[in-house]
Nanobody, 120 residues
């Protein structure tokens, strides 16, 4: 079983910055892509950014140039640095990771979510 623990959400004024962290733990043999998704109020959960084990990144158009995703493979941790935050960035941010356990079972795990609120 693989667990994801997120941290770093909070309340910030527009133009400010926050850094989210997500640490994966459990019987992980191989951790493939990790990513962040956002559920804005009244909307479905959508992609924010993803990063592969080799470091290739992908971003939603709305966050390009403002958010940076990175990972520490030794710590099984992914980060999301969010700069120049806007009120429309408000939402619950969820960490996602998929890979292979020590028992050679594929996993696709989600964190419990961390709230980000950007005030205008």
């Amino acid at each position: 079983q693989v667990q994801l623990l997120e941290s770093g959400g909070g309340l910030v004024q527009a133009g400010g910055s926050l850094r989210l962290s997500c640490a994966a733990s459990g019987t992980i043999l191989k951790l493939n892509a990790m990513g962040w998704y956002r559920r804005a109020p009244g909307k479905q959960r959508g992609l924010v950014a993803t990063i592969t084990s080799g470091g290739s990144t992908n971003y939603a158009d709305s966050v390009k140039g403002r958010f940076t995703i990175s990972r520490d493979n030794a710590k099984n941790t992914v980060y999301l640095q969010m700069n120049s935050l806007k009120p429309e960035d408000t939402g619950a941010y969820y960490c996602n990771a998929y890979g292979l356990t020590h028992t050679l079972v594929d996993f696709n795990s989600w964190g419990q979510g961390t709230q980000v609120t950007v005030s205008s």
